[in-house]
């Protein structure tokens, strides 16, 4: 396997960006300020390139930050194995406008700006559904006085970034504009499914049997 370059990279920019965003408003917990998600967001009713771009890497919360990062840290390295760097991170960036173009048509009036790439990490996810539909991870499950190694199907822990994301929309730690959020979270299932029905082409073309095998166990730190 490859070292995961460009999932390395986009960890490492989510957790910059963050803080830099925080030192211009905003907490450590609760993410940037009002004023920060209104200059940089993704406001669907007044959309711009910029704002797009900016947005992906803004994180909303600490929460979004940190489950996002995690995901991309377990399963963004196979995709990115299964294509090329390049590809990957064309990939990573046309989930996150594919989740954008869904918030924009299910809620085309709406002024609540967009923030963070769980639209992106859905398509990643997405695409590890379809390449490794029967992949395991390995964990430590910690229980008091004893530790031991479990498998894990890969697709329950989706499931449970799935649930994480729906927990945070209903926290209201989707953004510091609440509202809103119920449109982005089905737009982000939106992506996950896009991501699963195009990840082929961007393969290389001796990967693209991989989905018929899964690939060595991943730990869980």
């Not at 639209?119 to 490794?132: D, S």
Request: net charge positive; with cysteine; proline share 7%.
């Amino acid at each position: 396997m490859r070292f995961p370059l460009v999932s390395a990279a986009l960890v490492l920019a989510n957790v910059v960006v963050y803080l830099l965003a925080i030192v211009h408003g905003g907490g450590f917990l609760d993410g940037p300020s009002r004023a920060v998600a209104l200059r940089h967001g993704a406001i669907p009713a007044e959309l711009s390139v910029g704002a797009a771009f900016s947005s992906i890497f803004i994180p909303a919360s600490l929460l979004q930050l940190l489950a996002n990062s995690i995901a991309l840290a377990l399963f963004g390295l196979n995709v990115e194995d299964a294509t090329a760097r390049l590809r990957f991170l064309a990939f990573y960036l046309l989930g996150a406008l594919v989740a954008l173009a869904l918030t924009v048509l299910f809620a085309p009036s709406s002024r609540v700006p967009q923030l963070g790439g769980s639209g992106a990490v859905a398509a990643v996810l997405g695409a590890y559904l379809l390449l490794y539909p029967r992949a395991r991870v390995i964990g430590v499950a910690l229980i008091p006085f004893l530790a031991t190694i479990v498998e894990v199907p890969a697709v329950l822990l989706i499931g449970v970034w799935l649930l994480a994301q729906l927990w945070i929309g209903l926290a209201g730690l989707a953004g510091p504009i609440h509202g809103g959020w119920a449109i982005a979270y089905a737009a982000q299932c939106g992506a996950l499914l896009a991501g699963a029905l195009a990840i082929q082409p961007f393969a290389d073309s001796e990967r693209r049997a991989a989905k018929r095998r899964p690939p060595p166990p991943q730990p869980v730190y």
